[in-house]
T-cell receptor
């Protein structure tokens, strides 16, 4: 699976959009980009995933560049409860569910 | 919430003692996973199961064994706990075959301290 690179930490004001970048320059054509997050002392939580097209659900939007080498997770109106570690991972058909999380981005939402 | 519970949620034990952690799911999902999470190492797969009595090793399986005698329960056993097994342990499930579009859902975790 392709390796991902994320900033170590980011800050965001409550009510503003949080834009979390992820670089996955070695991604191959059949690999999906997934985002999970982990709020302190809880289990990881799925947010969103995509292959080529931009995706949106009730939690977030995922913007994937045309060359698929990077993506951005957007939380449109961040709240204090969105403070968490956000993980960007790439999953292929051969992953068979075996996730590997790196260090992720610590997002802190300020009042 | 995919109906996943873990027990115990916290445990303190001594080196050399056996420890069993339980993962229970209520929705008859076929695929279940055990991960450990440590500072500086992220989340790492220990063992996984693809059905009753069907299990396989993950990335960091040494010192751990698993059993799955019924669909709803996946047990992780540390035969003789060591301090290096102090960690937070997460159970996860996938609702279907774990292909690239299959989301994993995680339990709340078990914090294990081995003294």
């Amino acid at each position: 699976d392709a390796k991902t690179t994320q900033p170590t930490s980011m800050d965001c004001a409550e009510g503003r959009a949080a834009n979390l970048p992820c670089n996955h320059s070695t991604i191959s054509g059949n690999e999906y980009v997934y985002w999970y997050r982990q709020i302190h002392s809880q289990g990881p939580q799925y947010i969103i995933h995509g292959l080529k097209n931009n995706e949106t659900n009730e939690m977030a939007s995922l913007i994937i560049t045309e060359d698929r080498k990077s993506s951005t997770l957007i939380l449109p109106h961040a709240t204090l409860r969105d403070t968490a570690v956000y993980y960007c991972i790439v999953i292929s058909g051969t992953s068979y569910g075996k996730l590997t999380f790196g260090q992720g981005t610590i997002l802190t939402v300020h009042p | 919430d995919a109906g996943i519970t873990q027990s115990p949620r916290h445990k303190v034990t001594e080196t050399g003692t056996p420890v069993t952690l339980r993962c229970h799911q209520t929705e008859n999902h076929r695929y279940m996973y055990w991960y450990r999470q440590d500072p500086g190492h992220g989340l790492r797969l220990i063992h996984y199961s693809y059905g009753v009595k069907d299990t396989d090793k993950g990335e960091v399986s040494d010192g751990y064994s698993v059993s799955r005698s019924k669909t709803e329960d996946f047990l992780l056993t540390l035969e003789s706990a060591t301090s290096s097994q102090t960690s937070v342990y997460f159970c996860a499930i996938t609702e279907g075959y774990p292909g690239p579009q299959e989301t994993q859902y995680f339990g709340p975790g078990t914090r294990l301290l081995v003294l």
